[in-house]
T-cell receptor, first 116, second 115 residues
Framework: AQSVTQPDIHITVSEGASLELRCNYS??????LFWYVQSPGQGLQLLLK??????LVQGIKGFEAEFKRSQSSFNLRKPSVHWSDAAEYFC??????????????FGGGTRVLVKP | EAQVTQNPRYLITVTGKKLTVTCSQN?????MSWYRQDPGLGLRQIYY???????DKGDVPEGYKVSRKEKRNFPLILESPSPNQTSLYFC??????????????FGAGTRLSVL
């Protein structure tokens, strides 16, 4: 079965510093890959997605992610963090399973704290 | 505006008292699903529906029911809630066309506490 691992449960970063969130997936083929953000008390917002093509994808709010097939990874980065980036971030794999339709499998999430 | 609307946003109840969380989408999506979010576990799928009158179990269906009588609505029913169903619940919808890369739209979440 497919799985998604986010090794870091919490990350604390200073405002203005760079941020990298790790995501590894386990699946027999290249799945569709997503990063979502959940701000406190809010629902999930899509940051970016990878379907195919260029392995470096740009998203909203200045985020980017790089797909590395050899490492089964899809790490999220931001060069300079703002206090408003404090949130929980989820990596997800999207699959079309014939009998089950569109399904997202999520990692456990990484909570980002931003220090002034 | 494309929306997935869940109600209520917050709910406190007692063990065994039946409750329903409603979910409605305005995008004419065929596929809808329910997830629960628990610390360290991310979101896990409870039930999904591929179209009207077509529903099936996700990864953690025990203790939940759903129905899909209309395309836009997909309520989650807890017939006899228990404390281990205390969680944050999300409804999501997407088009059923494609190969798994469709963007899913999420509701704002329902925080449920079962005492």
């Amino acid at each position: 079965a497919q799985s998604v691992t986010q090794p870091d449960i919490h990350i604390t970063v200073s405002e203005g510093a760079s941020l990298e969130l790790r995501c590894n997936y386990s699946y027999g083929a290249t799945p569709y890959l997503f990063w979502y953000v959940q701000s406190p008390g809010q629902g999930l917002q899509l940051l970016l997605k990878y379907f195919s093509g260029d392995t470096l994808v740009q998203g909203i709010k200045g985020f980017e992610a790089e797909f590395k097939r050899s490492q089964s990874s899809f790490n999220l980065r931001k060069p300079s963090v703002h206090w408003s980036d404090a949130a929980e971030y989820f990596c997800a794999v999207g699959l079309m399973i014939k009998a089950a339709g569109n399904k997202l499998t999520f990692g456990g999430g990484t909570r980002v704290l931003v220090k002034p | 505006e494309a929306q997935v609307t869940q109600n209520p946003r917050y709910l406190i109840t007692v063990t065994g008292k039946k409750l329903t969380v409603t979910c409605s989408q305005n995008m004419n999506h065929e596929y809808m699903s329910w997830y629960r979010q628990d610390p360290g576990l991310g979101l896990r799928q409870i039930y999904y529906s591929m179209n009207v009158e077509v529903t099936d179990k996700g990864d953690v269906p025990e203790g939940y029911k759903v129905s899909r009588k209309e395309k836009r609505n997909f309520p989650l029913i807890l017939e006899s809630p228990s404390p281990n169903q205390t969680s944050l619940y999300f409804c999501a919808s997407t088009s059923s066309a494609g190969t798994g890369g469709n963007i899913q739209y999420f509701g704002a979440g329902t925080r449920l506490s079962v005492l």
